[in-house]
């Protein structure tokens, strides 16, 4: 069955480090989405891509970065952690046309010490 | 830009019972899609139901149902005799429909359901 799946599941660092979380999808989407989910929040937009080579960036963009290099992945690379980027990160993928219904990956916990 | 509000942080029913939470969105838009997702305690993200805009039908997905009043901006989810299994946080969504808008979803602040036994 396809799945879209995040690793690693939790994760703990140290500010100042740079940290990669990453996101694999077996649907064959062409969009996929990272959002980050703080209490109080709900759900929000980091960065976004249509496809390959596409990136855009959402409403907290600020500290992190992504890059396409196949349909399949969107790594999240955080550059310099903050203990501000302590979250649930959520990784999501949909297809183009109609609805476009996102379909999420299990989260990954980060905390930043 | 769009904004979706989920004003009732938390509501309990009990079990068998129904329930139905709020949702009301601002949008300039009149082609649009609306989702709600359940959380459980295990984080995952499950969309439970969908409405496209331009459809007056209610969308029903089994217990789950939405009473869609476009003209009032609003998106309740109502579910009918409530189990234990529908604990969760519900997150009420916002996705443009226009054509080459980008696909991304606003999410409301979510409300957190618990079901009394």
């Known amino acids: 069955d396809a799945e879209i799946t995040q690793s690693p599941r939790h994760k703990i660092t140290e500010t100042g480090r740079q940290v990669t979380l990453a996101c694999h999808q077996t649907w064959n989407h062409n969009n996929m989405f990272w959002y980050r989910q703080d209490l109080g929040h709900g759900l929000r937009l980091i960065h976004y891509?249509?496809?390959?080579?596409?990136?855009n960036k959402g409403e907290v963009s600020d500290g992190y970065s992504v890059s396409r290099s196949n349909t399949e992945d969107l790594p999240l690379t955080l550059e310099s952690a903050a203990s501000s980027q302590t979250s649930v990160y959520f990784c999501?993928?949909?297809?183009?046309?109609?609805?476009?219904?996102?379909?999420f990956g299990p989260g990954t916990r980060l905390l930043v010490l | 830009a769009q904004t979706v509000t989920q004003s009732q942080p938390e509501m309990s029913v009990q079990e068998a019972e129904t329930v139905t939470l709020s949702c009301t969105y601002d949008?300039?838009?009149?082609?649009?899609?609306l989702f709600w997702y359940k959380q459980p305690p295990s984080r995952q993200m499950i969309l439970v139901i969908r409405?496209?805009?331009?459809?007056?039908q209610n969308a029903t997905e089994n217990r789950f149902s939405v009473n869609f009043q476009k003209a009032a901006k609003s998106f309740s989810l109502k579910i009918s005799d409530s189990q234990l299994g529908d604990a969760a946080m519900y997150f009420c969504?916002?996705?443009?429909?226009?054509?080459?808008?980008?696909?991304?979803?606003?999410f409301g602040k979510g409300i957190t359901l618990s079901v009394r036994p």
């Open positions: 969504a916002y996705r443009s429909g226009l054509t080459g808008a980008n696909s991304k979803l606003t």
């Open positions: 409405q496209e805009a331009y459809k007056q």
């Open positions: 999501a993928s949909s297809e183009s046309g109609g609805s476009e219904t996102q379909y």
């Open positions: 949008t300039s838009e009149s082609d649009y899609y």
């Open positions: 891509s249509y496809g390959v080579q596409d990136t």
